[in-house]
Each structure stands twice: as structure tokens, then as C-alpha cells.
């Protein structure tokens, strides 16, 4: 049975940093508060992770951009706790625990202030976001339904 | 005459940001600063008026890795003011939270951050393409310490169960024990792994502070050496310092004490659980040699998993999930060992039932002092090595200590060196 993951990484308390949980509640997906560890378990034996973030790549905010792939370039240093999503891929690949496939799906984020709510862009762009994910994690056409099977880890 | 000056940019494989600056003349190091640049965070001011019952859950936020050390501070000043002790089955509860929390981070640090520099490898996951069953392992002691925190908690990482006078609703803990079992088999392999590492001859003549309880291996609350939790911001001093957005601490008016692992050993060795005495066998009742903490973390790890099951034998759920806490207004004093070492907080709750003033001191901040003084001693007699290879040293020193920049990090510090 192919087996779907959908995973949101941020943090609700830093603006746009929590858009990607956001959506992920909506899908029923899992949370991650930034622990690569984590991120491994959850995604390890997975046939797709759908990987929810907020970017800063200098686009306009509330752009949405879909990254299918098990490379990432390396993020540097930019996470308040440690290791990045790149990281967290390194980590995986040198456990033999990576997903069949990987699709990060981000939102480009206005602000990251401490307690500060989504922006008005992001909050605008959310219904797109999860309905992308959506259509990224629906399986392919079978003749059995229910093949998906979401937020398990 | 010669000058030189070592900057180290930014301290990998640390929580949070820092870094280093040394200056050199003719051999002797002149001036060594830890700077710390990790946004300020005001969370002492952004408590003021908040409700009485507020700060456990908005002090969890300081730190991703300490959050239970946070909440549970908060709590015991905050219960004290009000009159309330959490005992009982609760306590243990609270207990087993905590134990969770020192397992996922204690895992973390050794196997992610500490272990690579004995080894020889520039980040953990490096040394997972070399040592992918040893890192697989530390995993799996990490999620039983994530398991832990979610099921007392709600979730592994900033846990939502927790509330003044016990919790919201009470955990459901079967299937925890035979977790538990397995964790405890890994941490106790992982000391026997830890310990053939090859340590540097070094030992040092700390100060410690860490808690002491008549029954435990202190954690949860007891005293501070030779004062009670209560008096505690009579003993500890907070100053600035120019280089650094965290406050440097004195204790009894005198610099450079440390708090910690190697602190809670030394000083209460004697307290540690059967399993952990037995593990702690080779290295013995005293640990002066910080490179050694790596050992003294896996020690402790062992003990939480040792007494989690112990508490899990004997826990007899309680009629209710909280005990009622009703504001008074006061001012009381919390103190608890997170990972890193003695986290204080003092609250002072008003007519109104908010909170009128907030303090809270984090282990790192009281460290930082230390640690300079760690790095003054590794540093001197190491000024013609190479920059490269004195960095890696220092970075090395730094880890000893197991550093939470993110959390020590609470004010703001307009400096710009040079």
C-alpha cells in the first residue's frame, strides 16, 4: 500500500514561520517544530513526503513554490535550532532513511517576528498552498480508494 | 611583539548563535569574549501582566530543547507563592515529564553535537555515513525521550499538558515501561561506548551549583548549596557585560561558577539510581574533566530511564489531574535542573492576580563565565597553532558545556565589536 506522509515544519509563534503547520493541520498532516530527528522518523518508509515550509527567497510574499526531489542546496546556518531541512536530508540519506520521494512545498513568507500572526499575503495564499499539497499527496488514479493514508508516522 | 587575534565567526553544533573572540600579545591572552548575538527575547518584560497562570506555558517558548525545564521553574515559584505543593502521583508525573526531557536532550547533544568531536567528524551527520548503527541508536534513545514528553506532555516538543497545580488531563502511560526497557539497554550501551573515547588530560577546579534533595538525584526542586530555592537571588547576581545579550551571573559575589551535569555529579553522585551508580563505576564519584561530561550525560541518562521505570511501577493514577491554585499575591522562587544545569525563576503576582515581575535565569547565562575561563586555560598555551585547528579546540571546549545560546540570550546588547 502506498503510504503518504504530509509534514508541516515552523513555528507558530514567529509570523510566517507557522504557515507550514498551518496547512498541514488542515491536511491532517503531522507538526514539526524544527527536530531533523524527527523529521527523519516521520518521513522514513514513506512512498511520498509532502514537506510544508515557509521560504525567505526573496520572492513576493506569498509565493508558492513545489520542489520535488531529494536534493536540496544547503541552507547554511539560518535555523534558530541547529540543523535545516537540507540537514535533516543528510541525515537521512546517510541512515538509508529517506522517503521514495520528497515534494517541499513553500509559501514565501513577509515577516518572522516573534508572536506576530501569518501576514496579510501569506494568510491570502494559504488556501492555494493546501490545496497544492493537496493535489501533490492524492495518489494517482486506482481503482481502490483510500490508498493514502495521511499523517502517520 | 606579537599581536594576534582569533575570531570564531560562528559556533557550529551549538543551540542557538555565538561566537568567540580572543585577543593575544606576546603570548598571553589578553582579553577572551563569548559572544552571544541571538535576537534578544524580553520575555521577563513581556510577562508583566500577563495572568498568574501564564507563565509555564510562555516561558516553555524560550527554548525547543528545554521547554519542560521551563514550565516546571515557573510552576514551583508560582505554586509557592500561592500556597500549593504538587505531590503525590502528580510530582511523579511531573518527574517522568522532565526525566523525557533530559533523555531527548541529553541524546541529542551526545550523539549529534558531542560525540563527532571525539570522533573526529565535523558534524553529526557526517558521522552517521561512518556510524550509521551508533547514530541509529541515539535516535531511538531520543524518541523515547520524545515518546516520554508527548504522552505525560501532549506533544514531544513544547509540551501543552501542563498547568499550575499538576495538568490538564491525566497521561495515558501503557506501552511506556517496554519503551523504557529498550531506552534504558541504549543509554546503558552508551555509556560503554562514550567511555572509550579518548579524552584530553584536562581537570579543573569548579564552583558547582546544582540542586540537592535528601531523596533524589535533584531535578524537580530542592536546595541550592548552602541556601534554600527561596534565597536564591540573594546568592546569584546578574550584570551585563558588553560583548554578549546574555547576562553573566555570580555567585556569592564571585565569578566563573558552573552549573550542570558535572555539577549535579559531583554533587550528588550519591543520589544517582542503582542502575546509574553501576554505570558510573569506571568513572567514579568525581568528574573534574569537562571533556569527560559527554560520559557524565550518558550516566544521567541512564538514571532517567532507570527511575521513569520506577515511577511507572508504582504510578497509581491520582483522583484528579490538578490540585486548585488560587492567585495570592507574593513573590516566590523556582528552581529546577534543566539539561544544561539550574534553571531559576522568581515571580512576584499582584492584587490582580498577574504577574508583576518576572526573573528568570538560565543555566547557560550563569555558564558563560565559565566557560571563558575554560577556553582562557585551553587557549594560552595554544597560541602558535594553527587558527584552524585552535578553533576546532575552542568549539570543542565550548560543547563541553552543552550550551543553549537560544535560551541564555534574553536581553537586548547594542555592541558591534570592531
Redesign the interface.
Known amino acids: 500500500m502506498s503510504r503518504t506522509v504530509i509534514i508541516g515544519i515552523g513555528n507558530d509563534y514567529r509570523g510566517d514561520d507557522g504557515a507550514g503547520l498551518e496547512a498541514a493541520r488542515a491536511l491532517g498532516g503531522l507538526e514539526n517544530g524544527g527536530d531533523p530527528a524527527e523529521l527523519v522518523e516521520a518521513w522514513t518508509g514513506a512512498d511520498l513526503a509532502v514537506v510544508i515550509d515557509c521560504a525567505h527567497a526573496h520572492d513576493p510574499p506569498g509565493t508558492i513554490r513545489c520542489h520535488a526531489g531529494l536534493g536540496l542546496p544547503p541552507a547554511g546556518h539560518t535555523s534558530t535550532h541547529g540543523l535545516s531541512l537540507a540537514d535533516a536530508l543528510d541525515l537521512g540519506r546517510a541512515l538509508g532513511r529517506l522517503p521514495r520521494r520528497l515534494v517541499v512545498v513553500t509559501v514565501e513568507g513577509a515577516g518572522f517576528e516573534l508572536g506576530a500572526p501569518l501576514s496579510p499575503a501569506v494568510r491570502q495564499a494559504l488556501p492555494e498552498l493546501i490545496s497544492r499539497c493537496a493535489e501533490v499527496a492524492r495518489p494517482p488514479a486506482c481503482p481502490r480508494s483510500g490508498g493514502s493514508r495521511r499523517g502517520s508516522a | 611583539m606579537v599581536h594576534r587575534t582569533i575570531r570564531v565567526g ?1 559556533l ?6 555565538g561566537a568567540l573572540l580572543v585577543r593575544a600579545r606576546d603570548g598571553r591572552v589578553n582579553d577572551l569574549q563569548l559572544r552571544i548575538y541571538e535576537p534578544p ?1 524580553f520575555f521577563e518584560a ?1 510577562l508583566r501582566g500577563r495572568a498568574f497562570t501564564e507563565p509555564p506555558d510562555i516561558t516553555a ?1 524560550i527554548c ?2 528545554c521547554p519542560v525545564a521551563y514550565q516546571m521553574s515557573a510552576c514551583q515559584a508560582l505554586e509557592s507563592i500561592c500556597g500549593v505543593t504538587v505531590d503525590g502521583p502528580l510530582r511523579d508525573l511531573r518527574l517522568l515529564l522532565y526525566y523525557g526531557e533530559w533523555i531527548e536532550s541529553h541524546a ?1 547533544h551526545i550523539y ?2 558531542h560525540a563527532p568531536d571525539f570522533l573526529g567528524y565535523p558534524s ?3 558521522m ?2 561512518d556510524h ?1 548503527a551508533v ?2 541508536r541515539g ?1 531511538a534513545l ?2 523515547a525521550g ?1 515518546d516520554l514528553v508527548a504522552a505525560v506532555g501532549g506533544r ?3 509540551p501543552v499538558n501542563v498547568r499550575l497545580g499538576g495538568f490538564h488531563r491525566l497521561p495515558d502511560l501503557r506501552g511506556l515501561s517496554e519503551r523504557l526497557e529498550h531506552a534504558l539497554t541504549l543509554a546503558l550501551e552508551t555509556v560503554d561506548w562514550v567511555s572509550g573515547f579518548d579524552f584530553p588530560d584536562v581537570e579543573h577546579d569548579y564552583r558547582f551549583l546544582a540542586l540537592t534533595h535528601p531523596d533524589e538525584y535533584a531535578i524537580l526542586s530542592g536546595d541550592l548549596p548552602g541556601f534554600p530555592v527561596d534565597e536564591w537571588p540573594l546568592h546569584i547576581t546578574e550584570e551585563q557585560v558588553p560583548h554578549s545579550t546574555a547576562l553573566h551571573s555570580r555567585l556569592d559575589g564571585r565569578r566563573g561558577y558552573l552549573t550542570g551535569p558535572l555539577a549535579r555529579y559531583n554533587l550528588n553522585f550519591a543520589k544517582l539510581s542503582p542502575r546509574a551508580r553501576e554505570a558510573a563505576s569506571a568513572l567514579g564519584p568525581v568528574c573534574l574533566n569537562p571533556y569527560k561530561s559527554i560520559v557524565v550525560r550518558a550516566i544521567e541518562t541512564v538514571h532517567a530511564c532507570d527511575e521513569s521505570l520506577r515511577i511507572l511501577d508504582r504510578y497509581k493514577p491520582p483522583d484528579a489531574p490538578t490540585v486548585p491554585v488560587e492567585p495570592r499575591p507574593g513573590v516566590g522562587h523556582g528552581a529546577s535542573e534543566a539539561p544544561r544545569g539550574t534553571l531559576l525563576h522568581r515571580y512576584r503576582i499582584d492584587d490582580d492576580g498577574l504577574i508583576a515581575e518576572a526573573d528568570i535565569v538560565p543555566p547557560t547565562a550563569q555558564n558563560q563565565a565559565r566557560i571563558e575561563d575554560d577556553l582562557r586555560v585551553l587557549v594560552e598555551p595554544r597560541l602558535g597553532l594553527p587558527v584552524p585547528e585552535l578553533t576546532a579546540l575552542c568549539e570543542r571546549a565550548i560543547r563541553n558545556h552543552d550550551p543553549c545560546i ?1 535560551c541564555s540570550a534574553h536581553f537586548l546588547e547594542l555592541c558591534l565589536e570592531q
Open positions: 560562528g557550529t553544533r551549538v543551540e542557538g548563535e527575547r513581556l517558548r525547543g530543547i541529542l549529534l553535537l553529526g551527520i557526517a552517521a555515513r550509521r547514530v541509529e535516535l531520543k524518541k520524545n514531544a516538543i513544547h537560544s
